[in-house]
C-alpha cells in the first residue's frame, strides 16, 4: 500500500523464492537472501549486484547449491 506521497507504507513484503516461485512466508526462518556482485571483464567489481532469495524448503531439501549456481549463471551476474 502506499501514502499519498507514494512511499510504502506496508509493514510486511512477501519475498518470492528465485528458485521455486514460492512465497517466503514471514515465519520461514531458514529463508535467506543473497546478493551476488557483478564484475568487469578484469574482476573489478563494478558497484551493481543481484538479488536471490531462496526459501528454506529448497535449502532443507538440499538444493540450494544447485538453485544459486544455476541462478547466477541465468543472470547478468554470471557473464564474466
Not at 4 to 28: E, F, M, Q
Not at 29 to 57: K, M, P
Request: with cysteine; glycine share 8%; charged share 30%.
Amino acid at each position: 500500500m502506499e501514502d499519498a506521497a507514494g512511499r510504502n507504507v506496508d509493514l510486511y513484503i512477501p519475498r518470492k523464492c528465485s528458485w521455486t516461485k514460492r512465497l517466503i512466508h514471514a515465519k520461514d526462518h531458514a529463508s535467506v537472501q543473497i546478493n551476488v556482485g557483478e564484475v568487469d571483464d578484469s574482476g573489478i567489481y563494478t558497484g551493481r549486484f543481484s538479488t536471490f532469495a531462496l526459501c528454506g524448503y529448497i535449502r532443507h531439501k538440499g538444493e540450494a547449491d544447485e538453485a544459486l549456481l544455476t541462478l547466477v549463471e541465468e543472470s547478468d551476474a554470471g557473464r564474466a
